[in-house]
Protein backbone atom coordinates (compact mmCIF):
# COMPACT_ATOMS: atom_id res chain seq x y z
CA UNK A 1 0.00 0.00 0.00
CA UNK A 2 1.53 3.39 -1.06
CA UNK A 3 2.12 6.09 1.43
CA UNK A 4 -0.46 9.09 1.67
CA UNK A 5 -0.51 11.70 -1.05
CA UNK A 6 0.70 15.13 0.33
CA UNK A 7 -1.89 17.68 -0.69
CA UNK A 8 -1.01 20.72 -3.03
CA UNK A 9 -1.67 23.38 -0.22
CA UNK A 10 -0.61 24.24 3.18
CA UNK A 11 -4.17 24.43 4.24
CA UNK A 12 -5.28 21.37 2.27
CA UNK A 13 -2.30 19.64 4.06
CA UNK A 14 -3.70 20.66 7.35
CA UNK A 15 -7.21 19.56 6.68
CA UNK A 16 -5.98 15.76 5.15
CA UNK A 17 -4.23 15.37 8.32
CA UNK A 18 -6.81 16.43 10.60
CA UNK A 19 -8.71 13.70 8.05
CA UNK A 20 -7.08 11.04 9.16
CA UNK A 21 -6.41 11.90 12.72
CA UNK A 22 -10.00 12.28 13.89
CA UNK A 23 -12.13 9.49 10.97
CA UNK A 24 -14.92 10.50 13.42
CA UNK A 25 -15.00 14.04 12.77
CA UNK A 26 -14.12 13.62 8.92
CA UNK A 27 -17.20 12.74 5.90
CA UNK A 28 -15.66 11.50 2.62
CA UNK A 29 -17.66 11.74 -0.08
CA UNK A 30 -17.05 10.34 -3.71
CA UNK A 31 -18.42 10.44 -6.83
CA UNK A 32 -19.59 7.29 -8.74
CA UNK A 33 -18.65 7.07 -12.58
CA UNK A 34 -15.38 8.15 -13.22
CA UNK A 35 -14.34 8.43 -9.12
CA UNK A 36 -15.54 4.59 -8.03
CA UNK A 37 -16.43 2.86 -11.04
CA UNK A 38 -14.34 3.56 -14.86
CA UNK A 39 -16.41 5.59 -17.73
CA UNK A 40 -17.40 3.12 -19.95
CA UNK A 41 -19.39 3.17 -23.36
CA UNK A 42 -22.74 2.28 -21.96
CA UNK A 43 -23.93 3.74 -18.37
CA UNK A 44 -25.45 0.88 -17.74
CA UNK A 45 -21.86 -1.12 -17.59
CA UNK A 46 -20.58 0.81 -15.47
CA UNK A 47 -19.37 -1.50 -12.71
CA UNK A 48 -17.59 -0.34 -9.44
CA UNK A 49 -13.87 -0.91 -9.43
CA UNK A 50 -12.65 -4.20 -7.99
CA UNK A 51 -11.84 -2.91 -4.84
CA UNK A 52 -13.81 -0.43 -4.01
CA UNK A 53 -16.78 -1.44 -1.50
CA UNK A 54 -13.58 -3.17 0.35
CA UNK A 55 -11.78 0.32 0.57
CA UNK A 56 -15.51 1.80 1.86
CA UNK A 57 -15.95 -1.05 4.09
CA UNK A 58 -12.04 0.08 5.36
CA UNK A 59 -12.96 3.69 5.61
CA UNK A 60 -16.10 2.61 8.01
CA UNK A 61 -14.43 0.39 10.27
CA UNK A 62 -11.90 3.11 10.80
CA UNK A 63 -14.62 5.53 11.70
CA UNK A 64 -15.11 7.89 8.59
CA UNK A 65 -18.21 9.03 7.49
CA UNK A 66 -19.42 8.18 4.26
CA UNK A 67 -21.13 9.50 1.35
CA UNK A 68 -21.81 8.57 -2.62
CA UNK A 69 -22.87 11.68 -4.55
CA UNK A 70 -24.05 10.70 -8.21
CA UNK A 71 -26.08 11.79 -10.80
CA UNK A 72 -27.25 7.95 -10.87
CA UNK A 73 -30.50 7.15 -9.05
CA UNK A 74 -30.11 5.00 -5.98
CA UNK A 75 -30.61 1.83 -7.11
CA UNK A 76 -28.17 2.20 -10.06
CA UNK A 77 -25.41 2.72 -7.12
CA UNK A 78 -26.54 -0.24 -5.44
CA UNK A 79 -26.62 -2.72 -8.39
CA UNK A 80 -23.52 -1.22 -9.80
CA UNK A 81 -21.39 -1.02 -6.47
CA UNK A 82 -21.06 -4.64 -6.06
CA UNK A 83 -20.84 -4.72 -2.28
CA UNK A 84 -21.86 -1.25 -1.48
CA UNK A 85 -24.96 -1.80 -0.16
CA UNK A 86 -23.05 -3.71 2.93
CA UNK A 87 -20.67 -0.91 3.70
CA UNK A 88 -22.01 0.41 7.43
CA UNK A 89 -22.79 3.87 7.47
CA UNK A 90 -22.89 4.73 4.04
CA UNK A 91 -25.32 6.96 2.56
CA UNK A 92 -25.82 7.27 -0.97
CA UNK A 93 -27.37 10.63 -2.38
CA UNK A 94 -28.39 9.44 -6.26
CA UNK A 95 -29.78 12.07 -8.88
CA UNK A 96 -27.47 14.82 -7.43
CA UNK A 97 -29.18 14.67 -3.50
CA UNK A 98 -32.65 14.47 -4.79
CA UNK A 99 -32.63 10.56 -3.34
CA UNK A 100 -31.22 10.00 -0.09
CA UNK A 101 -30.62 5.67 1.12
CA UNK A 102 -29.42 5.59 4.40
CA UNK A 103 -29.79 2.64 6.90
CA UNK A 104 -31.53 0.63 3.58
CA UNK A 105 -34.47 3.18 3.39
CA UNK A 106 -35.14 4.99 0.38
CA UNK A 107 -36.41 8.71 -0.09
CA UNK A 108 -37.12 10.38 -3.06
CA UNK A 109 -40.17 13.23 -4.17
CA UNK A 110 -42.40 12.78 -7.15
CA UNK A 111 -40.54 13.09 -10.85
CA UNK A 112 -41.03 16.43 -11.97
CA UNK A 113 -43.82 16.52 -14.16
CA UNK A 114 -41.81 18.15 -17.76
CA UNK A 115 -39.10 14.92 -17.45
CA UNK A 116 -41.85 12.42 -19.11
CA UNK A 117 -42.19 15.20 -22.43
CA UNK A 118 -38.52 15.82 -22.31
CA UNK A 119 -37.90 11.96 -22.40
CA UNK A 120 -40.20 11.70 -25.31
CA UNK A 121 -38.42 14.66 -27.27
CA UNK A 122 -34.68 13.39 -26.22
CA UNK A 123 -35.65 10.14 -28.09
CA UNK A 124 -36.90 11.32 -31.25
CA UNK A 125 -34.00 13.72 -31.05
CA UNK A 126 -31.29 11.28 -30.77
CA UNK A 127 -32.74 9.05 -33.30
CA UNK A 128 -31.44 11.61 -36.10
CA UNK A 129 -27.86 10.85 -34.83
CA UNK A 130 -25.79 8.02 -35.19
CA UNK A 131 -24.26 6.52 -32.07
CA UNK A 132 -26.35 8.66 -29.83
CA UNK A 133 -28.16 7.28 -26.89
CA UNK A 134 -30.80 8.46 -24.58
CA UNK A 135 -30.49 7.29 -20.99
CA UNK A 136 -33.54 7.45 -18.60
CA UNK A 137 -32.67 8.22 -15.57
CA UNK A 138 -36.26 8.51 -13.16
CA UNK A 139 -35.66 12.21 -12.01
CA UNK A 140 -34.09 13.08 -15.27
CA UNK A 141 -32.64 12.21 -19.02
CA UNK A 142 -29.52 12.34 -20.30
CA UNK A 143 -28.52 12.36 -24.12
CA UNK A 144 -25.07 10.41 -24.78
CA UNK A 145 -22.72 11.37 -27.77
CA UNK A 146 -19.97 8.97 -26.58
CA UNK A 147 -20.47 6.81 -29.29
CA UNK A 148 -21.30 8.76 -31.71
CA UNK A 149 -18.69 8.50 -35.15
CA UNK A 150 -17.97 12.61 -34.07
CA UNK A 151 -19.09 12.80 -30.35
CA UNK A 152 -17.77 16.20 -30.36
CA UNK A 153 -19.75 17.52 -32.78
CA UNK A 154 -22.58 15.81 -32.30
CA UNK A 155 -22.22 16.97 -28.63
CA UNK A 156 -22.10 20.60 -29.85
CA UNK A 157 -25.03 20.48 -32.42
CA UNK A 158 -27.32 18.80 -29.51
CA UNK A 159 -26.69 21.38 -27.05
CA UNK A 160 -29.45 23.94 -28.44
CA UNK A 161 -31.79 21.31 -29.50
CA UNK A 162 -31.77 20.05 -26.15
CA UNK A 163 -31.88 23.37 -24.50
CA UNK A 164 -34.68 23.87 -26.21
CA UNK A 165 -36.24 20.70 -24.77
CA UNK A 166 -35.59 22.09 -21.50
CA UNK A 167 -36.91 25.33 -21.90
CA UNK A 168 -39.97 23.90 -22.91
CA UNK A 169 -40.28 21.84 -20.14
CA UNK A 170 -39.19 23.86 -16.67
CA UNK A 171 -35.88 21.64 -16.89
CA UNK A 172 -31.71 22.41 -16.75
CA UNK A 173 -29.62 21.21 -19.36
CA UNK A 174 -26.01 20.18 -17.49
CA UNK A 175 -23.54 19.44 -19.53
CA UNK A 176 -20.52 16.41 -18.55
CA UNK A 177 -18.17 14.55 -20.76
CA UNK A 178 -19.71 13.91 -23.72
CA UNK A 179 -23.41 13.82 -22.01
CA UNK A 180 -25.99 16.48 -21.71
CA UNK A 181 -28.94 15.96 -18.99
CA UNK A 182 -32.14 17.78 -18.54
CA UNK A 183 -32.63 17.80 -15.05
CA UNK A 184 -35.29 19.37 -12.55
CA UNK A 185 -33.62 23.37 -11.82
CA UNK A 186 -31.34 23.33 -8.52
CA UNK A 187 -30.45 19.74 -8.79
CA UNK A 188 -26.56 19.76 -7.94
CA UNK A 189 -23.71 18.18 -5.87
CA UNK A 190 -23.28 21.54 -4.14
CA UNK A 191 -26.63 21.06 -2.41
CA UNK A 192 -26.04 17.54 -1.49
CA UNK A 193 -22.64 17.79 -0.08
CA UNK A 194 -24.28 21.33 2.03
CA UNK A 195 -26.68 18.75 3.85
CA UNK A 196 -24.64 16.23 4.35
CA UNK A 197 -22.11 18.51 6.15
CA UNK A 198 -25.08 20.37 8.42
CA UNK A 199 -26.53 16.94 9.06
CA UNK A 200 -23.29 15.10 10.26
CA UNK A 201 -21.78 17.96 11.90
CA UNK A 202 -18.41 17.07 10.42
CA UNK A 203 -15.36 19.36 10.65
CA UNK A 204 -13.13 17.96 7.71
CA UNK A 205 -14.43 17.18 4.47
CA UNK A 206 -12.75 14.68 1.69
CA UNK A 207 -14.09 15.02 -1.61
CA UNK A 208 -13.44 13.11 -4.94
CA UNK A 209 -14.92 13.74 -8.62
CA UNK A 210 -14.02 13.71 -12.14
CA UNK A 211 -16.21 15.87 -13.89
CA UNK A 212 -17.93 19.30 -14.77
CA UNK A 213 -20.83 17.77 -12.64
CA UNK A 214 -18.48 17.63 -9.50
CA UNK A 215 -17.47 21.33 -9.30
CA UNK A 216 -20.43 22.44 -7.46
CA UNK A 217 -19.38 20.54 -4.65
CA UNK A 218 -15.59 21.92 -4.87
CA UNK A 219 -17.22 25.29 -5.07
CA UNK A 220 -19.81 24.41 -1.70
CA UNK A 221 -17.10 22.60 -0.17
CA UNK A 222 -14.55 26.35 -0.45
CA UNK A 223 -17.50 27.66 0.82
CA UNK A 224 -18.32 25.96 3.77
CA UNK A 225 -17.19 26.30 7.27
CA UNK A 226 -15.17 22.75 7.63
CA UNK A 227 -11.55 22.32 6.37
CA UNK A 228 -11.31 20.47 3.05
CA UNK A 229 -9.67 18.47 0.65
CA UNK A 230 -10.63 18.33 -3.13
CA UNK A 231 -9.40 14.77 -4.98
CA UNK A 232 -9.62 14.68 -8.60
CA UNK A 233 -9.71 11.54 -10.08
CA UNK A 234 -7.79 12.40 -13.23
CA UNK A 235 -8.19 10.48 -16.72
CA UNK A 236 -7.25 12.49 -20.48
CA UNK A 237 -10.75 13.36 -20.50
CA UNK A 238 -11.12 15.56 -16.93
CA UNK A 239 -11.64 19.17 -17.29
CA UNK A 240 -8.71 21.17 -16.91
CA UNK A 241 -11.36 23.17 -14.07
CA UNK A 242 -11.98 20.89 -11.54
CA UNK A 243 -7.90 19.19 -11.90
CA UNK A 244 -6.55 22.78 -11.32
CA UNK A 245 -9.07 22.96 -8.34
CA UNK A 246 -8.01 20.08 -6.71
CA UNK A 247 -5.76 19.75 -3.71
CA UNK A 248 -4.75 15.82 -4.50
CA UNK A 249 -4.64 14.19 -8.07
CA UNK A 250 -5.00 10.86 -8.52
CA UNK A 251 -4.93 8.33 -11.57
CA UNK A 252 -8.44 7.71 -12.32
CA UNK A 253 -10.55 5.07 -9.95
CA UNK A 254 -7.59 2.84 -9.22
CA UNK A 255 -5.82 5.62 -7.59
CA UNK A 256 -8.91 6.99 -5.33
CA UNK A 257 -9.41 3.44 -4.52
CA UNK A 258 -5.60 3.43 -3.21
CA UNK A 259 -5.98 6.77 -1.38
CA UNK A 260 -8.76 5.34 0.19
CA UNK A 261 -7.04 2.05 1.40
CA UNK A 262 -4.22 4.28 2.68
CA UNK A 263 -6.61 6.66 4.33
CA UNK A 264 -8.33 3.66 6.37
Known amino acids: MSE ?49 ADALAGLAAAGFRLAVITGRPVADVLRLGRGFADVPGLVIYGHYGLEQWADGELTAPQVHPGVAPAKAAAGELARAYEGVDVEDKVHSVALHTRNAPDPGAAFTDLRPRARQIGADNDLEVVPGRFVLELRPPGMDKGGALRRLVAESGVQVVVFAGDDLGDLPAVRALRELDVAGVVVCSDSPETPDELRQAADIVVDGPEGVIELLQSMA
Open 4 to 52: LPTPATPEARSAFAAAVAEPSRTLVALDFDGTLAPIVSRPEDAVASPGA
